[in-house]
Structure formats: structure tokens, C-alpha cells
């Protein structure tokens, strides 16, 4: 099957002449290019909360106009990939989100291709301080720092989370930021949310296959889901200018924050919680009707979160964190020392793809390193060569009740 997919794209004459723009099917799929006639998100401020995204990839010139390192490990503006494994993941959820593309009809195209980015790069596991601490301290910045979306494509592997979370999620919140966030893989064990997609208010995105069904690989299931997005067959950027196919609820995330961003940009006017509920309100029915533990409230439909009549909410449709906090917080965390991961679904045997030099691109450690599932693409005289990364079995996680 393999052979197949490096076949097609060697020989293949796609509709734009570029291999990676036509691997973006959610963009018409999803009523995105639809939206654009409205609305390209420009004056929206998306913060990626991640290992950070390089912002020197062509296909996000001028995207990243700021960010931090938290970690320790990384260049201050937040820009600089960090992490021993995976630091891949930041630009690859960067570019779904708000990439420019390196032309108009080639590279990577996010779904708000002309919102801001902020870096703010993580060290999972590592750094100067916990993740949770790390995590904490980038929402705060993110807030302060103009973000009116932020973007979580990762999970604590429990339901349960520290306290900093709840003064950092409520302050985003309070003023006014939309937060979203993967609902985790069911490909490395996942089979139910964990936090912060369990979080009340928060905007946790299911992963469905490109035929539109519950990706039984790249999505976990939870009472907390509010809408679904493709986690199947994604393309993304890669640090130092290259691209890959990957898939996880970690790709449908951004694609959601980035048709967050086209809302706030055609609906100024609105807080959070109508943002949110426009996204909720405008999903495409799956499954029973109304909010299920498999798809949310249904597909996000872009052209329809934009353009569609919604009349307005006094409440945010994912819950209210300070009620929940009033009323649980007395509880201990069922886990008080687990720490955040980036999202990493499981992933076909290693294929090393050889350039002219006769090296590794990229290297058997950084593909091991990876853990996502990459059909790296390195152009050789206009052909593409296919390596896919080895999977990393990385967590498991526990249901809470909504």
C-alpha cells in the first residue's frame, strides 16, 4: 500500500501541481474555502502552546509575530523547536492552523491563513520547571500578550488537574480567550479525554477519518467532545522547511482554532462563549442528536460557524470551569504528579527515504523521536519520497464525569 502512495505521488499531476496544497481536503470538505469569502482571520491572534513553531518555514512567513520560551531550553521568542522527542509537533500544528502557504496554490495552508500566530514552546517532561507550571505560565503570557484563541494540542493523561490550571484557564477565560484542545488518541491507549480537554469552558476538539467517521486510531471518546474536525490523512509543516503527513486530534485542534480564529474575525462583536456556541450551534449532526461522547455536537462546518444566523448565548455551551471549581475543587486530583505530553497517535514500521548524498532525511532518531504518524515528503527533482515514523506508546488516561 506504501508502494502505492510513493508511486502516485511521483507521477501524479494534481489539480495546483503541488502534492502537498492537494493533500488538504478538510479545507473544502469542511467549508473552509467557503469561509474565506468572508473572512482569512486577519486581526485574530492565535497562541500555539506547544515545542514551538519555526517561523522561518516558507509556509509561515510572516504568520509568527511573537511568543516565549518556557522551558528553558529554547530561544526566547519561542521559535526554536525544543524537547528530545518531537519537536516537530509545534510547527506542524502551527502550519494547520494559520499557515501562509509558500505560494497561492502550493505548501501548507492553515484554516485562518491570515491570523497570527504566537509561539510559546513547552518542554514535555523536561525543563526547568513541571509542564503543568510550564502550561500555567504560558496561558497567563498568552492572555496578556494579545491571544484572543489559544491552542492545546496535548493532554495530562489524567482527568484531573493541578490548581495553577484552574487561576490560568479561568484568567484566559475571563478575558475573553477561546481555548481548544485536542481530545487525545485512542492509537497509543487514550480511550477517554484527559486534561485539559476535560476542562469545563474549554473547546475540546474529536478527531474523525476522511470518509467523516469516529477515527478509531486518532481520536479518544468523551462526554466533554463539543465538535469533531479530520485526524486522518493531515499534511503539515516541518521544522527547516519540509512537510509531512501525519494524523492525531492534535492536527484536528488547529484546524478548529484556526475556524475560531474566522469567527472572531467576521464576529467582532462576540465573546467567547458566542464564539463557541456558533462553532457548537452550526456542526454537522453525527450520531445521536446533540452532544455525544464520539463526535460532540457534530463536523465542524466553517462556511457555517461564519455565515449562519446563531442567536446569542449567555453562557459558554462547554460548561463554566469557576462553577466546577466551586463545587469539586475540595477533592483531591486523582493524579497530582502526572505531567502534560504532546498527542501522539501510533504510527506505521519505520521506511528510510535516502536523498542524493546518501544520508538519512530526516534522521532514523528524529523520525523515532517523532511518535506521530509522518509520510515525510523530501523533493528530489520534483518527486517525493514517502518515510513514515515509528510509534511511541506513550500514555493512557482516565474518564471523568462531565
Known amino acids: 500500500m506504501l508502494g502505492l502512495v510513493v508511486a502516485s505521488l511521483a507521477v501524479a499531476t494534481p489539480a495546483h501541481a503541488d502534492p502537498v496544497r492537494d493533500l488538504e481536503y478538510w479545507l473544502d470538505d469542511y467549508g473552509i474555502r467557503e469561509a474565506w469569502n468572508t473572512t482569512r482571520g486577519a486581526g485574530v491572534t492565535i497562541a500555539v ?39 516537530e509537533h509545534g510547527t506542524l500544528v502551527g502550519s494547520l492552523a494559520a499557515g501562509r502557504g509558500s505560494a497561492p496554490d502550493t505548501g501548507v495552508i492553515g484554516a485562518a491563513p491570515e491570523a497570527d500566530l504566537l509561539s510559546l514552546s513547552i518542554g514535555f517532561g523536561e525543563g526547568e520547571i513541571g509542564s503543568d507550571d510550564q502550561i500555567a505560565s504560558a496561558v497567563r503570557w498568552a492572555v496578556d500578550n494579545g491571544a484572543d484563541v489559544i491552542n492545546m ?13 484552574d487561576d490560568a484557564f479561568l484568567y484566559a477565560m475571563d478575558n475573553d480567550v477561546v481555548v481548544v484542545a485536542a481530545a487525545g488518541n485512542r492509537g497509543t491507549g487514550t480511550y477517554v479525554v484527559g486534561a485539559p480537554a476535560t476542562m469545563p469552558g474549554v473547546l475540546t476538539v474529536g478527531g474523525v477519518t476522511r470518509d467523516e467517521q ?6 479518544s471518546q468523551g462526554i466533554t467532545i463539543g465538535v469533531s474536525a479530520p485526524s486522518e490523512e493531515l499534511v503539515g509543516a516541518l521544522p527547516g522547511g ?6 492525531g486530534t492534535s492536527g484536528a485542534s488547529p484546524i478548529v482554532a484556526g475556524i475560531v480564529a474566522l469567527v472572531r474575525a467576521a464576529h467582532p462583536e462576540l465573546d467567547a462563549a458566542n464564539v463557541i456556541n456558533r462553532i457548537t450551534e452550526t456542526a454537522r449532526d453525527r450520531g445521536p442528536s446533540g452532544q455525544d461522547y464520539s463526535y460532540g455536537f457534530g463536523l465542524v462546518d466553517a462556511a457555517a460557524a461564519v455565515n449562519d444566523r446563531v442567536p446569542e448565548v449567555d453562557e459558554n455551551p462547554m460548561g463554566d470551569l469557576r462553577e466546577w471549581i466551586r463545587v469539586n475543587r ?14 501522539e497517535p501510533s504510527a506505521p514500521p519505520l521506511i528510510e527515504a535516502r536523498g542524493p548524498s546518501g544520508t538519512l532525511y530526516p534522521t532514523p532518531g528524529q523520525l523515532r523521536d517523532v511518535g506521530i504518524p509522518l509520510l515525510v515528503f523530501v523533493a528530489f527533482g520534483g518527486a517525493f519520497v514517502v518515510a513514515t515514523a515509528r510509534a511511541v506508546r506513550a500514555y493512557g488516561a482516565t474518564r471523568r464525569r462531565g
Not at 520560551?69 to 525544543?82: E, I, K, M, T
Not at 469516529?214 to 481520536?219: G, I, L, P, Y
Not at 519540509?242 to 494524523?247: E, L, S, V
Request: glycine share 16%.
Open 242 to 247: 519540509g512537510h509531512a503527513q501525519w494524523g
Open 214 to 219: 469516529v477515527s478509531a486510531e486518532a481520536s
Open 330 to 343: 475540595r477533592a483531591p486530583a486523582d493524579d497530582p504528579t502526572a505531567a502534560p505530553t504532546p498527542l
Open 49 to 87: 502552546i506547544d515545542t514551538g513553531i519555526d517561523g522561518t518555514h516558507p509556509d509561515l512567513a510572516g504568520a509568527v509575530v511573537g511568543g516565549s520560551d518556557f522551558s528553558g531550553l529554547g530561544a526566547r521568542n519561542g521559535q526554536q523547536p525544543v524537547g528530545s522527542t518531537g519537536s
Open 153 to 165: 494540542s496535548l493532554t495530562r493523561n489524567t482527568r484531573d488537574w493541578p490548581e495553577s490550571w
